[in-house]
């Protein structure tokens, strides 16, 4: 059965270095989004892209957050520089056009 | 006030017990979401709807759009069942509003 891949599982980071996190989407699934999770909360909405255009980046801190999807299939989520607040689980999930979200396992982020 | 609100916010159950988990949501929507999260963090789609009743095995879930509310059952509940349950509504968008979810602890 497809599944979304997210890489790496975890990752621990000092503050202010950089990190990136990697998503390959479902295969043919046009739509990809990012988001964020702290602990003991729901998933917030960071980016979303239909194939390699940003639809709604709206709640994505541009100031160190970007979000690229080059060829519209797989997906790099990167923070530069990470701070303290940073540390959450990092979501990523595919869809085909307005259907149901398919997550992978994500990546749980702490910065230390 | 969030527009998506699940109670209860923690729940404990022993094996075999009859389980409910409640979302209520204030805005318009196209269709509702159950979502699962295990302690590993990947999250697995249980069911969406838009209206009426949905069964997949011992999970049930039900929406009343007119009350703007939704209910998760578990029927004879197990040990593996223990997870957080997400609800997540869809407005008019491809936008998910999520809900905090309900921690649920089954013991043997």
């Known amino acids: 059965e497809a599944e979304v891949a997210q890489s790496p599982r975890y990752k621990i980071t000092e503050k202010s270095q950089a990190v990136a996190f990697w998503c390959d989407p479902i295969?043919?699934?046009?739509?990809l989004y990012w988001y964020r999770q702290i602990l003991g909360q729901g998933p917030e909405l960071l980016v979303q892209?239909?194939?390699?255009?940003?639809?709604?980046d709206s709640q994505l801190p541009k100031d160190r957050f970007s979000a690229e999807r080059l060829k519209g299939v797989d997906s790099t989520l990167k923070i530069q520089p990470a701070e303290l607040g940073d540390s959450a689980m990092y979501l990523c999930?595919?869809?085909?056009?307005?259907?149901?979200?398919?997550f992978g396992p994500g990546t749980r982020l702490t910065v230390t | 006030k969030n527009e998506v609100e699940q109670s209860p916010q923690n729940l404990t159950a022993q094996e075999g017990e009859f389980i409910t988990i409640n979302c209520s949501y204030s805005?318009?929507?196209?269709?509702l979401h159950w979502l699962q999260q295990h302690p590993g963090g990947g999250i697995v789609s249980l069911f969406m709807?838009?209206?009426g009743k949905k069964k997949h095995g011992r999970l049930i879930a039900t929406i009343n759009i007119q009350e703007k509310h939704s209910s998760l059952h578990i029927t004879a509940s197990h040990p593996r069942d223990s997870a957080v349950y997400i609800c997540?509504?869809?407005?008019?968008?491809?936008?998910?509003?999520f809900g905090t979810g309900t921690r649920l602890q089954v013991f043997p």
């Open positions: 999930a595919s869809s085909p056009v307005r259907n149901e979200q398919y």
């Open positions: 295969s043919g699934h046009a739509t």
């Open positions: 892209f239909q194939d390699e255009s940003v639809v709604d």
């Open positions: 805005v318009g929507i196209s269709a």
């Open positions: 709807l838009s209206s």
């Open positions: 997540a509504v869809r407005p008019n968008t491809d936008k998910l509003i």
